[in-house]
Nanobody
Framework: QVQLVESGGGLVQAGGSLRLSCAAS????????MGWYRQAPGNQRELVAT???????NYADSVKGRFTISRDNAKNTVDLQMNSLKAEDTAVYYC???????????????WGQGTQVTVSS
């Protein structure tokens, strides 16, 4: 009973910015980590950025210095600020969360439905 909903995708010119948001809801005891992944047609899904509940972040080399991930633990939300966008950033972006639904349970991954980001060159 965990649901992730993304928002903020759209069409933007190269060099522009977008901010993606994701909200988790449902039977959540805790969320160990949240992150963003992306997938372009014909490509593998790849990690973009992750953040733990304590704020430790990890970024793909291709987005370092351009993207910033942040989260609000109290609200179970995660954002991705994307600056200096390039055509190669075009993809469907998926929100991910490693969720514990009860104490002492093993976390499992939940995924949002995805939001399209298109960068025109």
């Amino acid at each position: 009973q965990v649901q992730l909903v993304e928002s903020g995708g759209g069409l933007v010119q190269a060099g522009g910015s977008l901010r993606l948001s994701c909200a988790a809801s449902g039977s959540i005891f805790s969320i160990a980590a949240m992150g963003w992944y992306r997938q372009a047609p014909g490509n593998q899904r790849e990690l973009v950025a992750t953040i733990t509940s304590r704020g430790s972040t990890n970024y793909a080399d291709s987005v370092k210095g351009r993207f910033t991930i942040s989260r609000d633990n109290a609200k179970n939300t995660v954002d991705l600020q994307m600056n200096s966008l390039k055509a190669e950033d075009t993809a469907v972006y998926y929100c991910n969360a490693a969720v514990l639904t009860k104490p002492f349970s093993r976390s499992r991954d939940y995924w949002g439905q995805g939001t399209q980001v298109t960068v025109s060159s």
